[in-house]
Nanobody, 130 residues
Framework: VQLQASGGGLVQSGGSLRLSCVAS??????????IAWFRQAPGKEREGVSC????????GYADSVKGRFTISRDNAKNTVYLQMNSLTPEDTAVYYC??????????????????????WGEGTQVTVSS
């Protein structure tokens, strides 16, 4: 099982980036595995940013990114995307994707999606300049 995150880079405040998380070793959407994006800025704790159930497409977002970030999946490509718009310097962090595979679970709320991740990809750096 591998998750490969990419798409990070340097962007000016107000700009956009799209991150990709390509999964291998298992199939998205088949059993509804969840894929979540996390981020960690220097000196700060890791925080869940967004999460998606790859079967239903149901998604959740942290309050700090609601209305600016959009998570989506392309199960045919075994890939989850994070479209990030209106970026600010506060979004600067290393972004990671993770999955709950092989756990099959039913969440009452997508707020609980960030717990129970079993596999993590290597991060991709996002830097937003002011």
């Amino acid at each position: 099982v591998q998750l490969q995150a990419s798409g990070g880079g340097l962007v000016q405040s107000g700009g956009s980036l799209r991150l990709s998380c390509v999964a291998s070793g298992f199939t998205l959407g088949y059993y509804g595995y969840d894929i979540a994006w996390f981020r960690q800025a220097p000196g700060k704790e890791r925080e869940g940013v967004s999460c998606i159930n790859t079967a239903e497409g149901k998604a959740g977002y942290a309050d700090s990114v609601k209305g600016r970030f959009t998570i989506s999946r392309d199960n045919a490509k075994n890939t989850v995307y994070l479209q990030m718009n209106s970026l600010t310097p506060e979004d600067t962090a290393v972004y990671y994707c993770a999955t709950d595979f092989p756990t099959i679970r039913v969440l009452l709320s997508m707020d609980g999606c960030y717990h129970g991740m079993n596999y993590w990809g290597e991060g991709t750096q996002v830097t937003v300049s002011s």
